[in-house]
């Protein structure tokens, strides 16, 4: 059973598209974290989001998280093939960390 | 050495045997959780050891258990498998509450297969 739901499970689009990925929990979590996930290796932490209503950026990607730190969104702009992976959204809580099911993203060249 | 490491890195049991994974956690992490994750799925929480303490479970049964050294390496035993139990074991390691801001490293895996 997952707590966060991500929203869409796969994408695929072309080279140069925008793309937006979504994660909604009923859940308040200490706070929400996005990882990537190549085949045959394990997650990498790409951001943290904390502060309801908070904005990361991190060169083409965008974070947000929604003003009741209940929901995030990935924003990706200008996509290239080197995004293609599997993208999920994690709630740390006090003594563990839940992930979302993941979306996964294919840029196609 | 920095990272996570985990061995073996893949496995092929029988149903009904049991299997140990291991997991070294970053230097400096005392904080491990352990996570399958299913083919197509993502990683499920299993439990977690903060200093050689199981403080958090997920809804896994009971003859998923688990043990944290004083070196804060870790390793996760499942009795009796299943043919569910087929999946990618993950061992992620923390420092604390700093995993609140700086989240978890994660290793590449254990593939397990139960056949």
């Known amino acids: 059973t997952q707590l966060l739901e991500q929203s869409p499970q796969f994408l695929s689009i072309q080279e140069g598209e925008n793309l937006t990925v979504y994660c909604n929990s009923s859940?308040?979590?200490?706070?929400l974290q996005w990882y990537r996930q190549e085949p045959g290796e394990g997650p990498v932490l790409l951001v943290t989001?904390?502060?309801?209503?908070e904005v990361k950026k991190l060169k083409r990607l965008t974070f947000q998280f929604g003003d009741a730190r209940k929901d995030s969104s990935l924003h990706i702009t200008a996509a290239q093939p080197g995004d293609t992976g599997l993208y999920l959204c994690?709630?740390?809580?006090?003594?563990?960390?839940?992930f979302g099911a993941g979306t996964r993203l294919t840029v196609k060249p | 050495e920095t990272g996570v490491t985990q061995s073996p890195t893949h496995l092929i049991k029988t149903r009904g045997q049991q299997v140990t994974l291991r997991c070294s956690s970053q230097?400096?992490?005392?904080?491990v959780s352990w996570y399958q994750q299913a083919l197509g799925q993502g990683p499920q929480f299993i439990f977690q050891?903060?200093?050689?303490?199981?403080?958090g479970r997920g809804n896994f049964p009971p003859r998923f258990s688990g043990l944290q050294f004083p070196n804060y390496s870790s390793e996760l035993n499942v009795n009796a498998l299943e043919l569910d139990d087929s999946a990618l074991y993950l061992c992620?390691?923390?420092?604390?509450?700093?995993?609140?801001?700086?989240?978890?490293?994660f290793g590449s895996g254990t593939r397990l297969t139960v056949v």
């Open positions: 050891y903060y200093r050689e303490e199981e403080n």
């Open positions: 859940s308040v979590f200490s706070s």
């Open positions: 992620a390691s923390s420092l604390g509450d700093s995993r609140l801001l700086y989240g978890y490293t």
């Open positions: 994690a709630g740390v809580g006090n003594n563990d960390m839940r």
């Open positions: 989001v904390v502060t309801g209503g």
């Open positions: 230097s400096g992490h005392n904080t």
